[in-house]
C-alpha cells in the first residue's frame, strides 16, 4: 500500500518503520531533517511538504503533537 506518514515523532516514527518493515511504501513529511534522512536510508520517499507526501497516496497517517497542527495539515491539503 501507498501510505503518507506525517510526524516521525516518538510515537510516528515506530509506526513508519513497521510499516516500511511490513512491506508498505511510505511517503513521509516531519520538520526534523536528521529523522527524514534516517527514514530515506530505509527506502522510504521524502517529501518536502504534508501536501506533497500526500499525493498520490491511498492512505493518510498524521502522528502530530496538537490538534492545532493536525489541523493545520489537513487544511492545507485540501
Given at each position: 500500500?501507498?501510505?503518507?506518514?506525517?510526524?516521525?515523532?516518538?510515537?510516528?516514527?515506530?509506526?513508519?518503520?513497521?510499516?516500511?518493515?511490513?512491506?508498505h511504501s511510505l511517503h513521509?513529511?516531519?520538520l526534523n531533517k536528521?529523522?527524514?534522512s534516517?527514514?530515506?536510508g530505509l527506502g522510504a520517499k521524502v517529501s518536502d511538504s504534508p501536501r506533497q507526501a500526500a499525493e498520490g497516496?491511498?492512505?493518510v497517517i498524521t502522528m502530530l503533537p496538537a490538534a492545532a497542527?493536525?489541523?493545520?495539515?489537513?487544511v492545507a491539503c485540501t
Amino acid at each position: 500500500m501507498n501510505i503518507a506518514f506525517i510526524g516521525l515523532g516518538n510515537m510516528g516514527a515506530p509506526m513508519a518503520r513497521n510499516l516500511i518493515n511490513a512491506g508498505h511504501s511510505l511517503h513521509v513529511f516531519d520538520l526534523n531533517k536528521d529523522v527524514l534522512s534516517e527514514f530515506a536510508g530505509l527506502g522510504a520517499k521524502v517529501s518536502d511538504s504534508p501536501r506533497q507526501a500526500a499525493e498520490g497516496s491511498e492512505l493518510v497517517i498524521t502522528m502530530l503533537p496538537a490538534a492545532a497542527r493536525v489541523r493545520s495539515v489537513y487544511v492545507a491539503c485540501t
